[in-house]
DNA sequence: CTTCTAATTTGACACAGGTCTAGGCAAGGG
DNA sequence: CCCTTGCCTAGACCTGTGTCAAATTAGAAG
């Protein structure tokens, strides 16, 4: 059942390594590239922004799949993707099942590609 | 011959629209998904940290070429992604092609994902 | 002009990934 | 108990993508 896998990378070790301080190692790469992968793609964007702006921070199932054209299991299986890779989170709740957002992963993906550095804020 | 598409997204109106501030469109979605799938590959985003902080800025394809165990049409693959992307450019002196970042478009998606926002930053 | 090196383009291949239909499991109501 | 609703899983199909070998373009040097 719960085949939820923990978040790949730590956040807490994200405080202040981005892109540019030192060239990205392959292990590391490896590790950071599935998370970007996981929002790679304009449903799952937008499954997670519905989620990341919906009262109370969580959201049902259902209300997800009523705001786009595609089937339950379409919806299903991207949920399964962005959970898998750590961004989100979900429970059941009697008949539903509610969704909500894990921002330690995010924040740390935003801090990787953030112009944090003098390379990437264009004064390198 | 130069192919190079223009920042799908100007980076300009970025100031302060995260991922949580109101639902993504579906056109906005279809707009930013493929800037992080351009970054989604371990190849690229290495290829991105590499070039991003090189001394001086930019980076010679040869250097980029030596740094993976990769063929040279396989970087040159990559670099072409990342480009039409608008996350590098590149220009031609001599016999040597040089790459360098864009860091209005990566800042652009930090910001999107960043913790800029109640719902993001786990408040709400 | 010829030759060498740097980088890209082309074509082919195998694998990954998004979508659907069909089926299964859990929870609640007759 | 059976039936309905909500959600997930399994399998199939088709497209997209990462990789390489081979061929091509661009510039520099003899």
Redesign the interface.
């Known amino acids: 059942m719960s085949k939820q896998v923990l978040p790949i990378v730590d956040a807490d070790a994200a405080c202040c390594a981005p ?6 190692s ?1 292990s590391e ?2 590790e ?3 998370l ?2 996981a ?5 799952r ?2 499954l ?3 989620i ?6 969580e959201t049902c199932v259902c209300d997800l799949t009523a ?1 786009f054209d595609l089937t339950p299991p379409t919806i299903s299986h991207h949920l399964k993707v962005l959970k898998q890779a750590g961004l989100i989170d979900s429970e059941r709740r009697g008949t539903w099942v509610y969704y909500w ?1 894990n ?1 330690a992963v ?2 740390r ?7 944090a ?1 003098p ?4 004064t ?1």
Chains 1, 2 share one sequence.
């Open positions: 892109l540019a301080c030192e060239p990205l392959e790469a490896a950071l590239a599935p970007f992968k929002i790679a793609d304009p449903v964007l937008r997670l922004s519905l990341a702006c919906h009262e109370g921070g705001a957002i921002p995010l924040a993906m935003s801090a990787l590609i953030g112009p550095s390379a990437l804020a264009g390198g």
